[in-house]
C-alpha cells in the first residue's frame, strides 16, 4: 500500500512561468508549469467557435475572451501580436487590469486542489532590488490572500534563498544562488542556511528580449520564442541572435557588478573558511554559453568571498519551486526571513 505524499507545496511566482513542486506517494518531486501569460481575443461567436474546434481553453470577462499559459504565447507569436502579463519586472503589473483575477485562475490551474485543509504552500518572492524603489510588500501580500482564498496556508521565502535549499545541501546550504528570472535577477549569498545577503535586480530575461526586439524592429515576444528556442550566446547565427547576444553580455555585467558593489557596501560579512559554490538556475540562464559568460565576466573583478566554482543548477527551471517544497516540508518555511530587516535581525 503506497503511502500518502507529505502535504505541502513550494510555488514559484515567477514573471515568465509559474512553477509547482509536490512530493508524490514516492517520496519524488513532481513539477508543474503553466505560462504567466495571456492574449485577450473577441468574444464573437466565431472566435469562440474557432477556439472550440481548435481545443483553446479560455475564459471570458465581459466582451473579451482571455486565453492562458503557453497556448497564448504561441498564438501571439502566430498574429505577431505581444502577450500580455499579469506581472512585469518580478511583481504583479501596476499597469495591467486584469493582473489580479488571471493571475488567480494561472496559480489555481498549477497548484490544483489542497490534499488537505489549510495544506501549506510556500512561494517565492523577490528580494528588494538594490536599483529602484519598488517594494515587494503589496506583491507578496497579494499572493498570499489568493492562496488563503483557495484554501492554503500561504509561507513566503525569498527566490534567491530557494535557490540555495534546492542545490546547496550538501554543502551545508552555504554558497550563492542566483535565480535568473523574466523580470529579475534574485541573488543570495547563505551560511549554515542563513541568508547573509539577498537583493535583486531589475533586469531579466525581459529586458533582453525588449532591448533585442526594439534593436531589430521586432516584437519582443518573437526574441523570446527564438531565445527559448536554443541559442548560442557565443555564437549567434542571425541579427536577431547577434542583438540577444549582445544585450546578454550587457546583462550579466550588469549583474556582476551589481553582485560585487553590493558586497562593498554590507556590512558583517561572515568569514567564508572554504571557497563556496555559485549556482545559476531559472529560465534566463538556460541559453547556450551563458554560465561561461557569467563566468568569464566574474573572473574579471576581486570578490570578497572565494568562489570555487560556477554551475549551473540541475533542474533550472524548477529549481525556485523545489526549493520552496523543501521549506514548505521543513520549518525553515516560517523560519525564513523575508526582507532585509528580517535578515539582520537574525543575524544579531
Given at each position: 500500500?503506497?503511502?500518502?505524499?507529505?502535504?505541502?507545496?513550494?510555488?514559484?511566482?515567477?514573471?515568465?512561468?509559474?512553477?509547482?513542486?509536490?512530493?508524490?506517494?514516492?517520496?519524488?518531486?513532481?513539477?508543474?508549469?503553466?505560462?504567466?501569460?495571456?492574449?485577450?481575443?473577441?468574444?464573437?461567436?466565431?472566435?469562440?467557435?474557432?477556439?472550440?474546434?481548435?481545443?483553446?481553453?479560455?475564459?471570458?470577462?465581459?466582451?473579451?475572451?482571455?486565453?492562458?499559459?503557453?497556448?497564448?504565447?504561441?498564438?501571439?507569436?502566430?498574429?505577431?501580436?505581444?502577450?500580455?502579463?499579469?506581472?512585469?519586472?518580478?511583481?504583479?503589473?501596476p499597469s495591467e487590469s486584469n493582473a489580479l483575477p488571471i493571475e488567480r485562475l494561472l496559480i489555481e490551474r498549477v497548484l490544483g486542489a489542497p490534499v488537505a485543509a489549510g495544506e501549506s504552500c510556500v512561494f517565492s518572492v523577490?528580494?528588494?532590488?538594490?536599483?529602484?524603489?519598488?517594494?515587494?510588500?503589496?506583491?507578496?501580500?497579494?499572493?498570499?490572500?489568493?492562496?488563503?482564498?483557495?484554501?492554503?496556508?500561504?509561507?513566503?521565502?525569498?527566490?534567491?534563498?530557494?535557490?540555495?535549499?534546492?542545490?546547496?545541501?550538501?554543502?551545508?546550504?552555504?554558497?550563492?544562488?542566483?535565480?535568473?528570472?523574466?523580470?529579475?535577477?534574485?541573488?543570495?549569498?547563505?551560511?549554515?542556511?542563513?541568508?547573509?545577503?539577498?537583493?535583486?535586480?531589475?533586469?531579466?530575461?525581459?529586458?533582453?528580449?525588449?532591448?533585442?526586439?526594439?534593436?531589430?524592429?521586432?516584437?519582443?515576444?518573437?526574441?523570446?520564442?527564438?531565445?527559448?528556442?536554443?541559442?548560442?550566446?557565443?555564437?549567434?547565427?542571425?541579427?536577431?541572435?547577434?542583438?540577444?547576444?549582445?544585450?546578454?553580455?550587457?546583462?550579466?555585467?550588469?549583474?556582476?557588478?551589481?553582485?560585487?558593489?553590493?558586497?562593498?557596501?554590507?556590512?558583517?560579512?561572515?568569514?567564508?573558511?572554504?571557497?563556496?559554490?555559485?549556482?545559476?538556475?531559472?529560465?534566463?540562464?538556460?541559453?547556450?554559453?551563458?554560465?561561461?559568460?557569467?563566468?568569464?565576466?566574474?573572473?574579471?573583478?576581486?570578490?570578497?568571498?572565494?568562489?570555487?566554482?560556477?554551475?549551473?543548477?540541475?533542474?533550472?527551471?524548477?529549481?525556485?519551486?523545489?526549493?520552496?517544497?523543501?521549506?514548505?516540508?521543513?520549518?525553515?518555511?516560517?523560519?525564513?526571513?523575508?526582507?532585509?530587516?528580517?535578515?539582520?535581525?537574525?543575524?544579531?
Open positions: 500500500m503506497a503511502k500518502a505524499p507529505r502535504p505541502g507545496k513550494g510555488l514559484d511566482v515567477g514573471t515568465a512561468n509559474l512553477v509547482c513542486a509536490r512530493e508524490d506517494a514516492e517520496s519524488s518531486i513532481t513539477v508543474s508549469s503553466i505560462r504567466n501569460a495571456f492574449l485577450d481575443v473577441p468574444a464573437d461567436p466565431f472566435t469562440r467557435s474557432m477556439l472550440s474546434r481548435l481545443k483553446v481553453q479560455c475564459v471570458q470577462r465581459e466582451d473579451k475572451l482571455y486565453i492562458v499559459g503557453e497556448t497564448a504565447f504561441e498564438l501571439a507569436n502566430v498574429f505577431n501580436r505581444e502577450t500580455r502579463r499579469p506581472m512585469q519586472g518580478g511583481m504583479l503589473s523577490p528580494a528588494d532590488p538594490v536599483d529602484s524603489t519598488l517594494n515587494v510588500a503589496y506583491h507578496r501580500g497579494v499572493i498570499s490572500e489568493l492562496l488563503s482564498k483557495l484554501g492554503y496556508t500561504p509561507l513566503s521565502i525569498l527566490e534567491g534563498y530557494a535557490v540555495v535549499l534546492a542545490e546547496l545541501e550538501e554543502k551545508d546550504f552555504t554558497g550563492i544562488g542566483i535565480s535568473c528570472g523574466g523580470g529579475m535577477f534574485n541573488l543570495c549569498v547563505a551560511y549554515k542556511s542563513v541568508p547573509v545577503v539577498c537583493f535583486s535586480t531589475s533586469r531579466g530575461g525581459d529586458w533582453v528580449d525588449q532591448n533585442a526586439a526594439a534593436a531589430v524592429g521586432a516584437p519582443a515576444s518573437r526574441l523570446c520564442a527564438i531565445k527559448e528556442k536554443g541559442i548560442d550566446l557565443k555564437a549567434p547565427k542571425n541579427n536577431e541572435e547577434e542583438a540577444i547576444a549582445i544585450y546578454y553580455r550587457q546583462l550579466v555585467e550588469y549583474t556582476v557588478n551589481a553582485l560585487r558593489l553590493k558586497f562593498e557596501s554590507s556590512r558583517d560579512i561572515p568569514t567564508f573558511p572554504e571557497p563556496v559554490d555559485l549556482v545559476l538556475s531559472g529560465g534566463s540562464s538556460l541559453p547556450g554559453g551563458f554560465v561561461d559568460l557569467f563566468r568569464d565576466q566574474f573572473q574579471k573583478m576581486r570578490f570578497p568571498i572565494p568562489v570555487k566554482g560556477i554551475r549551473l543548477a540541475s533542474e533550472p527551471l524548477n529549481t525556485v519551486a523545489q526549493g520552496c517544497l523543501i521549506a514548505a516540508l521543513t520549518d525553515l518555511g516560517e523560519s525564513a526571513p523575508t526582507t532585509p530587516a528580517a535578515q539582520a535581525g537574525q543575524m544579531r
